[in-house]
């Protein structure tokens, strides 16, 4: 697929491209100076990204969003692999209405009067044009997937492989550069989803023990549980079936005796200790007196006529002072515990009051009489130690539900080490050998350096995607602030090899380079150009390069001719720029 026209109802640059290298330059002439990227060089991609059905949000997207393109009507002209013309029209008021033109030729103007074969919905849309582009590669994807790689802004000069569009999971983006470089993709989305499976358990899991309550590891006490439980319950049917009590009486006379009495004793022991402490610690405070008379000592001293050197007076003022710290010391210590002993006191008492009760009822039960009165009791009883069954047999069932999910989850992490295995023998294949030689060769003819696509597993068993320079130090200590357009290079060649690999196939035939020329060496820049427009020959491919006029080569301007440049912008005034708008 190429690109042969952009054209727009209104306020646009209507453009029509070469078959094989174009050129969009920017001339700056204006004393002013104006920012480059606001005469449209780059906002061209976002209009063809827009002709190929990328989303649309009036809200959220940054140019066409913009009010100045209400009534805008944009209109592109592909050639499809089979040498027939598609035309596409989109506009901005009714972004999600597509309409579709097939031709046997191309159009010889910027017609907007067309009778349309086909006005389908968004996602109708994209899989038609999905159906008309008929690449036979990547058939797993939709053409939407790799159109960023030939549509390259400066923000996808980043990174090689992980563009910008390419933000959320890995299996959003590294499975399809798996199956880009020739390899099984599937692999990769296989183990990353069975990870994912894996999380999700992991996490029902511990919902499951949180809100239950339960430790797998006790099962087994549970279940010794339950059955005396279910022991304690038939008994008891069994009593009241034959209206019996005398067993159950025994139990609650045996548990009065031994626990209620038992507590309560304790209870009153523990009572009279703190009652006791309490007495002595608030005798103890009304003793405390740290009120000492200054100038009664000072008469005594006087009346026997002792000398009363300042250096005696002194160390007797720093005892004093010693003493009257630990008197608030103590004070403070004491009357803390006082305010505790005093807090259990009332607890106590609290805990005495309820089990005295439960002592009256349970001696008001014993000598009742009314064996119906002790039916209901006894009935009560029974309901208790259901619910209790019921309530042992709920957690045996979470812990038999958690048993299996962690099962499930170990055989899935067999399973993701299979994966793991076959992607280490996937990787011994190297598929992306063609692809990794047109790279190489590419930055040797530029750079004069060796540069490769290497491909691993770390030690999570994910595969890591790299590309870069064999000298990379020696390349950059020739010129430390190549950086970043070294790194674009190296975006630059592999889409190129990827172009020129699938060359033979049904697949993009064009590709958009958003200011590549910036800041390079004049003499890297015409052997760039010179391979380039070779590449565009002998691989029958369509180049889109965007520069400004200071980026063409001193040595050899017309290394770009007239004939190639298919769009010329200036900062003259608003006629220059590409939406004929400043905004």
């Known amino acids: 697929m190429k690109i042969s026209k952009i054209y727009s109802n209104k306020s646009f640059k209507n453009i029509e491209f070469n078959e094989k290298f174009n050129a969009i330059v920017a001339f700056i002439e204006s004393d002013k100076k104006d920012d480059t990227h606001n005469l449209g060089k780059t906002s061209l991609i976002r209009v063809i990204d827009f002709l190929l059905l990328s989303s649309y949000n009036k809200n959220t997207d940054k140019l066409l ?51 349309w074969d086909e006005e389908l919905t968004f996602n109708k849309a994209k899989k038609r044009l999905n159906e008309y582009l008929n690449f036979n590669i990547l058939p797993n994807w939709d053409y939407r997937k790799s159109i960023t790689y030939f549509l390259r802004s400066q923000q996808d000069y980043l990174d090689v492989f992980k ?46 023990k949180l809100e239950a309550q339960i430790d797998t590891s006790e099962k ?61 610690i608030e005798s103890s405070l009304s003793e405390i007196n740290n009120d000492i008379d200054d100038k009664q000592i000072n008469s005594l001293f006087e009346d026997v006529n002792l000398y009363y050197p300042k250096q005696l007076k002194k160390e007797y003022d720093d005892l004093i002072n010693f003493q009257k710290s630990l008197t608030t010391e103590r004070k403070k210590y004491l009357s803390e515990t006082l305010e505790i002993l005093k807090l259990d006191y009332t607890v106590l008492n609290k805990s005495i009051k309820e089990i005295e009760s439960q002592k009256t009822d ?38 038999d539900r958690t048993l299996i999910l962690e099962n499930d989850i170990k055989h899935k992490k067999e399973t993701i080490n299979d994966k793991i295995s076959a992607l280490k023998e996937s990787l011994t294949e190297r598929k992306h050998s063609n692809i990794n030689r047109i790279f190489n060769s590419i930055i040797k003819e530029i750079l004069d350096t060796n540069a490769l696509i290497s491909l691993k597993l770390n030690n999570q068993g994910n595969i890591e995607f790299n590309a870069d320079y064999q000298n990379k130090t020696d390349l950059l200590e020739t010129s430390e602030s190549q950086g970043t357009t070294y790194k674009k290079l190296l ?93």
């Open 163 to 208: 563009l910008n569009k390419f933000r959320g999971k890995h299996k959003d983006w590294k499975p399809f550069v798996f199956d880009l470089l020739g390899f099984k993709g599937g692999l990769i989305l296989s183990k990353l989803e069975t990870e994912e499976e894996i999380d999700v358990l992991n996490k029902r899991i511990k919902t499951l």
């Open 65 to 115: 969003g913009n009010n100045l393109f209400i009534g805008q009507e944009f209109y592109g002209e592909l050639k499809l692999n089979n040498g027939k013309y598609l035309i596409v029209k989109r506009s901005i008021n009714t972004a999600t209405k597509i309409f579709f033109k097939l031709n046997d030729y191309k159009l010889d103007s910027f017609k907007l009067d067309i009778d």
């Open 491 to 583: 975006c630059v060649a592999f889409d190129l090899s990827l172009l020129v690999n699938y060359s033979d196939k049904s697949f993009y035939k064009f590709v958009y380079h958003d200011g590549v020329l910036e800041g390079l060496d004049d003499r890297i820049k015409i052997r760039y150009i010179k391979l380039i427009k070779e590449f565009c020959e002998e691989y029958d491919l369509q180049y889109i390069v965007t520069l400004i006029d200071s980026d063409l080569p001193k040595d050899m301007p017309n290394m770009i001719e007239d004939k190639d440049i298919c769009l010329r912008l200036d900062d003259k005034d608003n006629s220059g720029k590409l939406f004929l708008n400043s905004f």
């Open 362 to 399: 349970l001696l008001s039960f014993l000598t009742e009489k009314d064996s119906y009165f002790k039916f209901k009791e006894y009935q009560k009883k029974t309901i208790g130690i259901e619910v209790e069954i019921e309530r042992i047999k709920d957690k045996l069932k979470v812990i």
């Open 220 to 280: 087994d006490r549970l279940e010794g549980l339950l059955e005396i439980k279910k022991i304690e319950l038939l008994e008891i049917k069994n009593q009241i079936d034959k209206f019996n009590f005398f067993k159950e009486d025994i139990k609650t006379n045996k548990h009065l005796v031994e626990e209620i009495d038992t507590k309560i004793q304790a209870f009153n022991t523990d009572r009279y200790r703190i009652s006791y402490e309490i007495n002595k």
